[in-house]
């Protein structure tokens, strides 16, 4: 069977109708390519690369607050945690605080939650005594999200 076009419609023209059609077709094609790329598997980690991870987290977070770099510290907080406690609000308590540093940190962490075990320096006065430097043993909860460990505020 053989096709015959009119004078100004070329074959290209016949298969896709239109240049609107044509532009629909490769929106459609690009669509689904980046969907593709979007739901790439991300790379896993073991336990352990989480629980070092979450360590190292906790640790930069609380070097942060005791450096009063508050927004810093705040943006480790997960999506959930700062939108329960706004940055002024944190940056308040956070001063209230007086932490001097953190120490002595260990996770256990299991397939999307990561308990720290962390020490932390605070200064307090005491009365007749001072001013003195008291650690203090303190649990967080981090979340695994998004391929990251994420600060839950309680």
């Known amino acids: ?22 532009f629909v077709a490769a929106a459609t094609v690009l669509t689904v390519l980046s969907g593709c790329a979007a739901t790439a ?9 989480w629980e070092q991870r979450a360590t190292a987290r906790a640790l930069e977070r609380w070097q942060h607050i005791s450096d009063g770099q508050f927004a810093k510290a705040y943006a480790f907080h997960s999506a959930a945690s700062r939108a329960q406690m706004n940055l ?12 001097r540093g953190a ?5 256990t962490c299991d ?29 967080e909860s981090w979340v695994i999200a998004d391929g990251e460990v994420w600060f839950v505020q309680k």
């Open 41 to 49: 598997p991300q790379v896993t980690r073991t336990t352990a690369e």
């Open 1 to 22: 069977m053989t096709v015959i076009f009119p004078t100004k419609v070329t074959a290209k023209r016949a298969v896709f109708g239109s240049k609107s059609a044509l």
């Open 103 to 107: 120490g002595d940190a260990k996770a």
């Open 88 to 99: 002024d609000s944190f940056e308040r308590n956070m001063k209230n605080l007086a932490a």
């Open 111 to 139: 397939q999307s939650i990561c308990e720290v075990q962390i020490v932390v320096s605070v200064a307090a006065r005491v009365a007749r005594i001072g001013a003195r430097n008291f650690q203090i043993p303190h649990k």
